[in-house]
């Protein structure tokens, strides 16, 4: 896993704190949004993903009273999560948006692309 950096990894190390200019919680080593509050606003449609050149991070925009702008890292994800944000990515059309016209250009560590469909060759 050293694409995913090069520290130590296992469940439960890290802690969750609010920060002072969103209120949302981050991770208090690596600053990501956390996972729970990803999904929801995905779901709720309240957010826009700027994908990476990275196949672990994505960078979530949530407008609002005070914009949320924050990057996550899937690595947070348990597996019951990482199956909810596959599913949101496969509902047509998308309940959330993407800056990148086709989604994901380098899709996420734990998913791959089976559908190419409207993808420009």
């Known amino acids: 896993m050293h694409e995913l950096g090069p520290w130590k990894y296992a469940p439960n190390l890290d802690g969750w704190d609010r920060t002072r200019y969103d209120n949302e919680l981050h991770c208090n080593f690596c600053g990501s949004l ?3 509050y990803v999904l929801s606003v995905m779901a709720s449609g309240k957010c826009t993903l700027r994908p990476t050149d990275k196949n672990y991070k994505v960078y979530v925009d949530v407008p609002g009273d005070h914009m949320t702008s924050g990057k996550f890292y899937f690595q947070h994800f348990n597996e019951e999560q990482k199956k909810r944000f ?7 059309p998308l309940p959330f948006k993407f800056t990148y016209p086709y989604g994901f250009y380098v899709m996420p560590y734990f998913m791959e692309r089976t559908d190419d469909v409207g ?3």
């Open 34 to 36: 956390h996972p729970d």
């Open 86 to 92: 596959i599913q949101l990515y496969n509902i047509k």
């Open 119 to 121: 993808l420009p060759s």
